[in-house]
């Protein structure tokens, strides 16, 4: 029996002798993990940094390991940061900590069932506080808008988890009693702010905050004013390029109303006044502020037109002064029909002037009054109709007036025309160089309708002067003077009026009997 435990104390003994430890590799196969360092201590979080040797070998794992005790190891907090193949040193950020707290961290290599540890640094986390923020001043104030922001200088040692600013009309914004807030990332540094759904003319208090683990705090409270919103304001431009069915306006807006001006153009009706409500069409031109051109089209020829233009907001639509026009073919290309006769035109300087004399009327015998019957009255040289044809009726100044004595009066011209007055008369000659050489310019050529070849006769403004003479109580001059009545009057019983001889150059100003039958020119308003 004794044998038998001699036998198995043997066996035992030979166990023993051959289990052997772990070898830790020495020299340049050494394993080793160095002191650890701290920085960015907060109040929960800490960064760590070690290093390690790893020899010939691959680590299966190397990372850290804290607590609050001395000697922190893998059974209680760590963190593990994998495999290594070569030397390196590394970090790592640790979180959920306790804030104001003391612990003891270290680094740790670990190669098959060997751990080896580095020596222990001490640290103690911060307590929160809560984090500074500024608030910047407000800037780009529209009716709707404008910009702020801030800049959290100090995260409070904790995570600034929220940050931005928020508004309200009573002063003291915070986000509990704020109209709104707005939310601009995390973490401390600069940040800007869009504030919207603003109203005009309100006086808003904003301010910057920032959120962590303590609580929200705010920066300085800045106030500002919406501006008041109003009407844009436009002018109207000069209508310009008229021809039968089109014509060009448009206009200027010069201020938006402290809003946005979304649509802009011109309107035009046919009655006056137009609007985009009772407009017969209108154009729209673009948004914003700034001088802007309007084609108006699908006019019809004869009619006078009014156009205004128009630009629109958030407060409403404004508009500009009235323009006036008659849609019609330019001067020289435009032929008036009135009365059963087809007058052309022609352009001379700035003016637009028939290029016949005025034909309208029933003929009366030239030894009767022209009166104020109702009835359009005119003579006709020799009582031949023939010649009121080609020389145009002879007129009293009255009748030609319809009997009123305000200069640039309509008269017996049609709409839009008018008797020209006498500083009108002396605008055209002027044009053709003075009342001395203009009469030249103005005569029909050769001897068709002048008895003798009309001295300077060159007609070459168009005006095409015939030479109808005289007429009432008597008569002459026919073929020899063109007598033109003018609107204006000189004293109770004479009137202005111009005449072409066809011994002369001249045009000569001068004034006469109203009760004179004299020929007529329509000039364009």
């Known amino acids: 029996m004794k044998r038998y435990f001699l036998l198995i104390a043997v066996i035992a003994g030979c166990c023993v002798s051959c289990f052997k430890e772990p070898a830790v590799p020495t020299g340049s196969s050494k394993i080793t993990a160095s002191a650890t360092t701290v920085d960015s201590i907060k109040a929960i979080s800490v960064t760590a940094h070690s290093s390690c040797t790893v020899g010939f070998s691959e680590i ?28 390196q040193s590394f970090s ?26 580095g020596s222990a640094k001490e640290f103690t986390t911060t307590n929160f506080g809560f984090p500074i923020v500024i608030t910047v001043s407000v800037t780009g104030i529209t009716i709707a808008s404008a910009m702020c922001g801030g800049n959290v200088t100090s ?25 709104n807030h707005t939310l601009e990332g995390t973490g401390t540094g600069q940040f800007t702010s869009l504030i919207t759904g603003l109203t005009n003319g309100t006086t808003y208090y904003v301010a910057a905050y920032a959120m962590n683990e303590k609580g929200t705090s705010y920066g300085e409270i800045k106030q500002f004013i919406t501006p008041q919103l109003l009407p844009p304001q436009v002018t109207t431009a000069d209508v310009t390029n008229v021809t039968a069915t089109t014509a060009t306006c448009g206009g200027d807006v010069t201020s938006d109303g402290n ?75 435009l032929v008036v029909t009135y009365g059963g006769k087809n007058y052309s035109t022609v352009q001379i300087g700035t003016q637009c002037w028939f290029k016949e004399n005025l034909n309208i009327g029933i003929k009366i015998d030239w030894n009767q009054q022209q009166t104020n019957n109702g009835i359009v009255e005119k003579y006709c040289y020799n009582n031949s109709e023939s010649n009121c044809d080609i020389y145009g009726g002879l007129y009293q100044w009255d009748e030609l007036m319809q009997y009123v004595i305000t200069e640039g009066a309509r008269g017996l011209c049609p709409d839009n025309w008018h008797i020209p007055t006498d500083t009108e008369w002396s605008t055209l000659t002027t044009y053709l160089g003075g009342d001395s050489v203009a009469g030249g310019k103005m005569k029909e050529t050769g001897t ?32 020899q003077v063109a007598n033109i009545w003018s609107s204006t009057q000189d004293g109770a019983i ?3 009026f111009r005449y072409l001889r066809d011994d002369i150059d001249n045009v000569i100003r001068g004034d006469y009997y109203k009760y004179k039958g004299y020929s007529a020119r329509c000039l364009h308003d």
């Open 448 to 479: 068709t309708h002048w008895e003798v070849e009309s001295a300077g006769a060159t007609n070459i403004s168009g005006f095409t002067a015939l030479p109808g003479g005289d007429c009432y109580n008597g008569q002459g001059y026919f073929g």
């Open 259 to 333: 809003g946005t001006v979304s649509a802009r153009g011109v309107c035009w009706n046919t009655s006056g006044n137009p609007t985009l409500t009772n407009s017969t069409g209108h154009t729209t031109d673009g948004t914003g502020k700034g001088a802007f051109a309007s084609q108006i089209t699908s006019l019809t020829s004869g009619i006078k037109y009014y156009v205004t233009a128009y630009a629109t907001n958030e407060k409403g639509t404004a508009y500009g002064s009235q323009r006036q026009f008659l849609a019609e073919n330019p001067c020289g290309q």
């Open 155 to 179: 995260d409070g040692n904790g995570t600034v988890s929220a940050r931005g600013v928020c508004w309200n009309t009573s002063g003291n914004p915070t986000l509990t009693n704020s109209i």
């Open 92 to 117: 790592a950020s640790i979180t959920g900590l306790s804030e104001g707290t003391r612990y003891y961290i270290l680094s740790y290599v670990k190669k098959d069932e060997m751990i080896i540890y």
């Open 494 to 496: 004479d009137a202005r």
């Open 60 to 87: 299966e794992e190397h990372g850290f390991c804290w607590g609050k005790g001395l000697n922190p190891d893998l059974s209680g907090n760590h963190k593990s940061l994998g495999g290594l193949a070569s030397n």
